[in-house]
């Protein structure tokens, strides 16, 4: 029954999202707003009924109905409430469920907001998004269907893969989803905008918000992810520039360039071509990268279920940038007359380049995710490309980056002056560079690592001192103390200080890649009871091995006594544990994390548990716990970017 | 001009998404076996019933080695097959051996019960001889000839035919050019 209604839910509001379709081309025709008025209606229609598949195949996880097959593959009697809920996105066909579900609540967002806004791009940018939304229907109700069933009903389900069965995970999927369905809202406005032919900045300003917020969860999803990857894969790394991160990563990067440029545009009326590629193109890679992870074309960790799923996305993708670029690129002489760059020192000239940057470092990405695919189809060898590749290519173009976050938002409009540059620089770039003079001396020797400590600390200096500045102005202009007037700043300029704080936040994660790349101790060591291991300031001693039959599987645990410079500091026990449908044994890694650096035990093999003897592998890496504690930041940042406060003037925004 | 503009946008994105298409001409998982046509990685096998199987002990028959696991789908597909073919080979210079793999052993034991299986059947509990086939998914078969060379590898399951076909081609050392395939394999 709970199938029935949830595969015709699908079924109605994909009829619904055809009607969203066509009515506003009816409409234009016929001129009757009755038209328009109904796409509105047709999405908020949407929203009903996917919330209901939705709310259907929930209750099928939760009480284990198992005449459905995905819940057979998702649950079994065992599972916890917590995890059979979370088993709507433990796979692939819940997994576009959840998708389209965010989707619908996201284009019912905005056709509830705008009902009396943008009255003229409304009904396109709704048919827009029921264009995407048909897309993701047609597929949940003709090609992986989550509601098929299967006969005969078996008595338990198989459950969700161990690994997936982790707190973090349970947030992982729908913060990337969240942040990709997010970039839709843009996408569709932009859209609309190129079909109407009315390009002027209304409705680019408008986008905005929603992309920060889109931007947002897409940061959260790739932290978390290198979070759970680091705390539960027990490799002790946390990116492996594996095609499936890559896919998750990449919409980051035009949607973060979209970010910077729009201010351009804002401010100067000028990039409007480019800003509508980057656009296009951090949505078209929404729609890759779900093409990618799930059409099995290219060989990832990640092991997700093939099937017809990658033609039928790789179809529609095909669609998006023909259509889109096509039409772009049809109305490109409406976006003519746009003014020159004043100077090459000045605000918009950083921020293009910063632009510059993530694209090239976008295209890096790109090009070395898909070269197996290039190098086979015309030469026939498979080459796969690995971490050195991106680490080499990236890290120059990050740093750079980091550079552009230090010198592009204190530098004026149109024409830096000799004295802004002066008064902004002078004094943050002394302290980084004595700052880097100290560090050389004493520790850092190596180019690349030097030079991110450097910029980091210019960065963060430059937004202390600017904040300084004007925490100086308010105390003279209005008295207030150094708490009043970071708050009224801050409530004054909120965009200006919101992305201050995100920049402060991705400083902090540059340090933490810089130093766990950098400095990272391996040792690996086979070890008899009471025999121990010397790394850095650590002595490990092996203790012995315990095991022991757990419900789902065997574990076998090393206990490590550690001492760092004498002191004792506790035992570790990472594990191995043995399921018995599983290859290998899955490790249970252990790990402490201070300010100064993480240690990381991996048991990795040992005899006879009465032989007692074991292998470890201890990692020390450096810093790495502030590339979390960044992610922090950043989430403080965007709170404070797009907190609604009412203003009662305008601010400066800049 | 704005034709001409368009035009262009498209001839540029065309290759892109033909590429991208390519992609599903191909398995990426697909290694081809450097093992077919070596010898055949030594092994001595734990029987369910007690004795020890050397491999090195069967130079001079024909070899057919299957790992397989009770929990697998595609081996329960091909086991009736492959008694069969054992009983009309058994009188030959054929020898069957059953690996069990990642399994435990009251349900290999169960398993085999299940299908009558009466060629050598042991377990392979740490996964070892399993490594040194490189196995991958299972069920995979490997056939080696008289002299102890690996003449044929199958990944997935197999019928009586290419059995029986593939087993002659050992007994004479043909070496196959590539890995077969059945239709499905199971990867825990």
């Known amino acids: 029954m709970t199938a029935v209604i949830g595969h015709w839910s699908i079924i109605v509001a994909f009829s619904l999202a055809l009607w969203g379709m066509i009515a506003p081309i009816l409409g234009s025709r016929d001129g009757r707003p009755w038209f328009f008025a109904s796409t509105r209606a047709a999405i908020l229609g949407q929203f009903f009924f996917v919330t209901l598949a939705s709310s259907c195949l929930i209750y099928a996880l939760v009480t284990t109905d198992f005449s459905i097959r995905y819940v057979v593959f998702n649950t079994t009697r065992a599972t916890p409430v917590y995890y059979r809920v979370t088993g709507l996105w433990g796979a692939l066909e819940g997994s576009l469920l959840l998708w389209e579900w965010l989707l619908i609540i996201f284009s019912g967002l905005v056709a509830w907001i705008y009902k009396e806004r943008h009255r003229e791009l409304m009904p396109w940018v709704l048919m827009i998004l029921s264009i995407v939304s048909a897309f993701f229907l047609v597929v949940l109700a003709f090609v992986s269907d989550p509601f098929e069933s299967i006969f005969p009903v078996p008595l338990d389900g198989r459950g969700l893969n161990p690994l997936l069965e982790d707190a973090n995970m349970i947030s992982h999927p729908p913060l990337l989803y969240t942040g990709f369905v997010g970039l839709t809202v843009p996408y569709a406005f932009a859209m609309a905008a190129l079909i109407k032919g009315k390009l002027d900045e209304g409705w680019i300003l408008t986008t905005r918000r929603w992309t920060i917020t889109a931007w947002f969860f897409l940061t959260m999803g790739n932290l978390v992810g290198a979070w759970w990857s680091y705390h539960v894969l027990g490799w002790g790394g946390y990116w492996a520039w594996d095609p499936v991160e890559n896919a998750a990563f990449m919409p980051w990067l035009p949607a973060t360039a979209f970010l910077h440029s729009v201010q351009v545009q804002e401010r100067r009326n000028m990039l409007k071509v480019w800003n509508l590629s980057l656009i296009i193109i951090a949505f078209a890679l929404t729609i890759f990268g779900t093409f990618l992870t799930r059409s099995g074309i290219l060989s990832s960790i990640h092991a997700f279920s093939n099937g017809p799923v990658g033609t039928v996305f790789l179809a529609f993708l095909a669609v998006v940038l023909l259509g889109s670029f096509g039409l772009l690129a049809y109305r490109a002489d409406h976006l003519k007359g746009q003014p020159e760059l004043d100077s090459v020192v000045s605000r918009e000239s950083a921020f293009l380049l910063n632009n510059v940057v993530l694209v090239s470092a976008l295209f890096t990405i790109f090009l070395g995710t898909i070269f197996p695919l290039i190098s086979e189809a015309t030469t026939g060898v498979k080459v796969s490309v690995g971490a050195p590749y991106f680490n080499s290519v990236t890290v120059p173009l990050f740093l750079l980056l980091v550079f552009l976050m230090g010198v592009g938002p204190m530098m004026a409009w149109r024409k830096a002056s000799w004295d802004n540059l002066r008064r902004n620089f002078l004094w943050p770039a002394a302290a980084a560079l004595l700052f880097g003079l100290i560090l050389f001396i004493g520790w850092v020797r190596d180019f690349f690592p030097l030079l991110g400590f450097t910029l980091s600390v210019f960065v963060v200096a430059t937004i202390l001192f600017d904040t300084a500045l004007a925490m100086r102005a308010r105390r003279r202009i209005a008295g207030e103390g150094v708490l009043g007037a970071l708050l009224t700043l801050a409530r004054r300029n909120q965009r200006r200080y919101g992305g201050l704080i995100v920049h402060l936040g991705i400083v902090l994660i540059t340090l933490g890649i810089a130093g766990s790349m950098s400095y990272s101790v391996e040792r690996q060591a086979t070890l008899s009871v009471g025999e121990s291991l010397a790394v850095g300031r650590y002595r490990i001693q092996f203790e012995g091995l315990r095991g022991a039959q757990q419900p789902t599987h065997y574990r076998v645990e090393g206990v490590f006594r550690i001492s760092s410079n004498g002191n004792e500091s506790g035992t570790f026990s990472p594990a191995l544990k043995f399921f018995p449908n599983q290859e290998a044994p899955v490790g249970r890694a252990v790990f402490r994390s201070t300010f100064t650096e993480d240690i990381y035990l991996i048991l990795s093999g040992f005899s006879e548990v009465g032989q007692n003897r074991a292998t470890l592998k201890v990692l020390i890496r450096p810093l790495l716990v502030w590339i979390w504690l960044g992610g922090v930041i950043i989430a403080l940042g965007t709170i404070v970017a797009v907190w609604p406060v009412r203003r009662r003037v305008s601010a400066q925004e800049s | ?188």
């Open chain 2, 1 to 188: 001009m704005a034709w001409r503009r368009t035009a262009l946008t498209v001839a540029l994105i065309l290759p892109l998404i033909g590429i991208l298409a390519y992609g599903f001409l191909r398995d990426p998982r697909y290694i081809p076996s450097p093992i077919i046509g070596r010898p055949a990685p030594p092994f001595a096998l734990q029987l369910f019933n007690g004795d020890k199987l050397d491999l090195a002990s069967l130079s001079g028959k024909v070899v057919f080695v299957n790992f397989w696991a009770s929990w697998c789908p595609p081996c329960r597909a091909e086991a009736n097959d492959l008694e069969a073919a054992w009983r009309r080979l058994k009188e030959t210079d054929v020898v069957f051996v059953g690996v069990n793999m990642q399994d435990t052993e009251e349900n290999a034991l169960a398993y085999l019960r299940e299908f009558n299986v009466t060629y050598a059947n042991g377990r392979d509990p740490s996964g070892k001889i399993a490594i040194d086939y490189g196995v991958w998914g299972i069920p995979e078969t490997f056939f080696i000839d008289p002299q102890g060379k690996i003449t044929y590898k199958h990944v997935g399951s197999l019928g009586q035919s290419v059995v029986t076909a593939k087993l002659d081609e050992a007994r004479r050392g043909i070496v196959s050019a590539k890995e077969g395939k059945g239709e499905q394999i199971s990867i825990k």
